[in-house]
C-alpha cells in the first residue's frame, strides 16, 4: 500500500500529509513533483493543501494544467483513491473530478481554527472507519473555502449521497453559526460520483496527533487503510 | 498579424461577490450614496498572432472556456482588435 503526495509550486501542506502517513501511519509514502508524469504502483494520492500557483486567477486553476494533473485524472477514472485537502479540493473542482467551486470566504477573512464536521456518508473509501453519528473536530485555514453548486448540481449531490461532510456545532447541530466561510448547505467536503475522490476544507492530516489538538483526522485516514487493506 | 484582446471575466449573476459588497459598504461610509450594487471582476490584456480575427476569436473563446473563467461561477466577454 502506497500513499503519493502531490508537490505543486505553492504547496505547504506537503509536508504535513507526508509526516502523517510517514510517521503516523507508519505506511509508505513519497512526494511527487508536479512535473513528473507517472503515476504508477500508488493506491491512493493526497493533493495537500497551500496556494499552488499563488493561487493566481483563482484558487486551483494553474495547477489543474501541471503536466501530472493529467494522470491524476487518468487515476481517479481508473478507480484510484484521490483525497483532495484545502487548495488540494480547489484543484480537484476546478479539473473536474469533483462537482462545484470554493468561492471567497463569505466575510472575506481567511480562518485557521477548528470546526466539527457532520458526517453525512460514512459507506465511502474515507469515511467507513466512522461511526455514525459521530462529529469530528478538525481544523480549517482557509480564505477561499466557501463551497458553491446550483440547485440542480446540489440535488443530484444529496441524491447521490455526495456531501460528505457538513460544518456543524460540537453537538452535531448544523447551523448558520457553524458554517465558518457561508458554504452553501454548510458543505465541508464532497466526493465523487464513483466515491474514489474526496475533496475537503478542513485538514485531516493536522489532526493526526494529541498534541495537535485532535486526532480526529485519523479516522479519514484509517477509513482509507481499512478500504485498501480489504481490496 | 497582431491583435489586441481585451478580456473581461465576471462573477455570475446570482452569484454572492462578498469583495463587491465590501467596496459597496465602505463606498457608502464614504457618504457616496445611492449605490445599488459593486461587482467585481477580472480585465485581462493581451496581445495574439493569428492568422485572422475568427482564428483568434476562437482560440480566446478557447482560453476563456478552459482556463481564464470558470464557467460554474463567472461569465466572460472580450474583444479583438488589430494592433
Known amino acids: 500500500m502506497k500513499f503519493g503526495v502531490i508537490v505543486f509550486p ?115 473509501p474515507f469515511t467507513n472507519f466512522i461511526e455514525p453519528q459521530k462529529i469530528l473536530k478538525i481544523p480549517i485555514a482557509h480564505g477561499d473555502g466557501n463551497y458553491y453548486i446550483d440547485e440542480k ?34 458543505i465541508a467536503g464532497v466526493i465523487s460520483e464513483k466515491g474514489n475522490v474526496l475533496g475537503m476544507m478542513p485538514h485531516p492530516e493536522r489532526a493526526g496527533e494529541t498534541l495537535l489538538g485532535s486526532t480526529d483526522g485519523l479516522f479519514i485516514f484509517q477509513s482509507l487503510l481499512n478500504y485498501l487493506e480489504k481490496l | 498579424m497582431l491583435y489586441k484582446v481585451k478580456i473581461v471575466v465576471m462573477p455570475r449573476k446570482g452569484i454572492l461577490d462578498p469583495q463587491g459588497q465590501a467596496v459597496a459598504k465602505a463606498l457608502d461610509t464614504m457618504d457616496y450614496k445611492g449605490i445599488n450594487s459593486v461587482r467585481i471582476g477580472k480585465h485581462l490584456e493581451m496581445e495574439l498572432e493569428g492568422e485572422n480575427q475568427q482564428i483568434v476569436e476562437e482560440t480566446v473563446k478557447e482560453m476563456c472556456e478552459k482556463l481564464l473563467a470558470n464557467t460554474v461561477i463567472e461569465d466572460y466577454r472580450f474583444t479583438i482588435e488589430e494592433a
Open chain 1, 153 to 186: 448540481g446540489l440535488n443530484s449531490l444529496l441524491e447521490k449521497k455526495q456531501v460528505i461532510f457538513r460544518y456543524a456545532t460540537a453537538e452535531g447541530v448544523v447551523s448558520d453559526e457553524a458554517n465558518p466561510n457561508g458554504a452553501l448547505f454548510n
Open chain 1, 10 to 124: 505553492g504547496s505547504n501542506c506537503d509536508l504535513d500529509a507526508y509526516h502523517l502517513v510517514k510517521d503516523v501511519l507508519r505506511k509508505p509514502v513519497e512526494y511527487i513533483w508536479h512535473q513528473q508524469n507517472s503515476l504508477k504502483g500508488y493506491d491512493c494520492l493526497i493533493l495537500p493543501g497551500g496556494f499552488s500557483y499563488g493561487d493566481y486567477l483563482r484558487c486551483g486553476a494553474i495547477a489543474r494544467f501541471s503536466p501530472i494533473m493529467q494522470e491524476v485524472v487518468e487515476f481517479a477514472n481508473r478507480g484510484g483513491l484521490v483525497l483532495g485537502i484545502c487548495n488540494g479540493f480547489q484543484i480537484l473542482t476546478e479539473a473536474g473530478l469533483l462537482p462545484g467551486v470554493l468561492l471567497r470566504n463569505q466575510d472575506l477573512k481567511f480562518y485557521c481554527q477548528f470546526v466539527h464536521l457532520k458526517v453525512e456518508n460514512v459507506n465511502t
